[in-house]
């Protein structure tokens, strides 16, 4: 192309999407463009990796294209590209409204970006690309992850649910499974580059297995990766209580490197709005899933998801949700208000919940749980825990006296900083002085700092070698956000 040119994503969504994101960049890196700077404006090329999963997935798109498109205008080259579940959802009419769009692709087919691009560019016409399957497992493609201590690895794709309020089946596909062995090898090549924690994910990621005919995939894999030496944490996310089977709870217990933490989407504590959603439990189940993980792992955090409002909720519905989460006693729920979604069976049901009343509901509940969660959290005060100090959680009121960084049940932490040189990727142990809702507080002198070879993986990629020497302390950024990302949410429910 004569030039190097610049690129910028914008990622909304799920956990998959960003680990799509990750795939676009280390394509378009590999294609030989170079990342814009943050906060920088006039990249060359523009992508928008999509959601369509909250009914206000398409007015941000528009929005956002509408407000790039005097841009674009005034310069000529530049680029923009829509990818991920909207776009697989509405094909040519993305063009169509917003005609400046240079290339339009799938869930499926994200491997072909730069060669859509660069057919834009020499035809000077849209391209648009949708696969109906998936043509190779995203973790073939390159990457350019976030961090360097922790990754995400995708261990299957698509779902075979049929929830009636979600979209993501009909734009992701039937659920593919990698090889074990496949998998296994990533992580082992990830914890090779400094990797210390990884995340395994999937739209329904304890169906895991379905498709290679073994039941028992998921807790095989979860012992398997209690044997990479190097790996010291490992999380997944997002189960279904359908999947969630007794092997699996036990290889959590009995695998020391797989962390006391679960997120288990509830959706609603009602049996008969459980039932409408076409969610394949039922209170009785879903509570008894959580009586044996606090059995088998009594410090177990767990976190859900809920939705309000769903058409034909009682007050009673609702009710039943309330007592749920009172007996579930979750670390952290996120809730949402039912969101209807064009092509969903939800979307055309009776009893339509009106809007002052779906909020009045969502306030009751997020009341609830901050009470919960700051009840649950104040449990965790006196503790010694041991913290994988993050990137880009610092508070910015405070950051040249605290760092933050993970429990190992994935509470946030905030800690005064040590004496000594720590960096992302490395572990301190410290001792919980104070709990608010959201967050724990080590107001003491740090215990112990223990510098791991994630933190020179850190120091490696973030220190230009030829202005700063091997060794150098760099200063932790306060603002941004890890990856993997710090709240759990369903692989297919978070815009």
Not at 69 to 79: E, F, I, L, V, W
Not at 346 to 354: E, L, N, T, Y
Not at 380 to 398: F, H, I, N, S
Not at 456 to 467: F, H, M, S
């Amino acid at each position: 192309m004569g030039v190097t040119r610049s690129y910028e994503i914008r990622t909304y969504g799920c956990q998959m999407n960003v680990h799509d994101s990750e795939r676009l960049s280390g394509l378009l890196e590999d294609a030989g463009y170079v990342r814009a700077p943050k906060g920088a404006d006039g990249a060359d090329v523009v992508v928008f990796n999509t959601c369509a999963v909250r009914e206000n997935a398409d007015n941000r798109l528009y929005g956002n294209l509408g407000q790039l498109a005097p841009q674009k205008a005034a310069r000529p080259g530049m680029q923009i590209a829509v990818g991920g579940c909207l776009a697989q959802k509405d094909r040519d009419t993305i063009v169509k409204k917003a005609p400046w769009v240079d290339v339009v692709f799938g869930t499926h087919n994200i491997g072909k970006l730069p060669v859509l691009l660069e057919r834009a560019r020499v035809l000077e016409e849209a391209q648009v690309e949708i696969a109906e399957s998936l043509e190779a497992f995203p973790s073939t493609l390159p990457t350019r992850r976030e961090s360097a201590y922790a990754a995400w690895v995708s261990i299957s794709v698509g779902c075979n649910n049929t929830c009636t309020f979600c979209i993501v089946p009909a734009l992701r596909g039937k659920e593919k499974d990698r090889r074990p062995g496949d998998i296994l090898a990533e992580i082992e090549a990830l914890v090779a580059e400094g990797v210390s924690e990884i995340t395994l994910l999937g739209q329904n990621v304890n169906a895991y297995g379905s498709d290679i005919g073994d039941r028992e995939a998921f807790s095989k894999l979860l012992r398997a990766c209690g044997g990479i030496e190097g790996l010291e944490r490992v999380r997944f996310t997002s189960p279904h209580p359908r999947d969630f089977t007794d092997d699996v709870i036990a290889a959590m217990a009995e695998t020391p490197n797989v962390m006391p933490q679960l997120h288990m989407p509830l959706q609603s504590g009602s049996d008969t709005v459980l039932k409408a959603m076409r969610r394949s439990y039922r209170q009785e189940r879903y509570l008894g899933i959580i009586e044996k993980v606090r059995a088998a792992m009594p410090d177990a955090a767990i976190s859900t998801d809920i939705i309000v409002g769903f058409p034909g909720e009682t007050d009673e519905d609702f009710e039943q949700t309330l007592h749920t989460v009172r007996a579930s006693r979750f670390a952290q729920a996120f809730t949402f208000q039912y969101s209807k979604r064009p092509g969903t069976p939800a979307a055309d049901m009776a009893d339509q919940i009106p809007k002052a009343v779906v909020q009045e509901r969502y306030e009751r509940l997020a009341a609830l749980q901050e009470e919960i969660s700051w009840e649950e959290n104040k449990k965790q005060v006196g503790r010694t825990l041991e913290v994988l100090v993050a990137e880009g959680e610092g508070r910015k009121d405070d950051a040249t006296r605290r760092l933050s960084g993970r429990a190992p049940d994935n509470r946030l932490v905030h800690f005064t900083r040590p004496d000594e040189p720590v960096r992302p990727g490395d572990m301190v142990t410290v001792e919980i002085t104070y709990a608010a809702p959201h967050h724990l507080l080590a107001e003491g002198p740090t215990r112990t700092v223990r510098r791991t070879r994630a933190g020179d993986a850190w120091e490696k990629r973030t220190a230009a070698p030829a202005e700063r020497p091997k060794g150098v302390l760099l200063g932790l950024p306060t603002v941004g956000a890890p990856a993997p990302s710090p709240d759990p949410a369903p692989a297919c429910g978070r815009d």
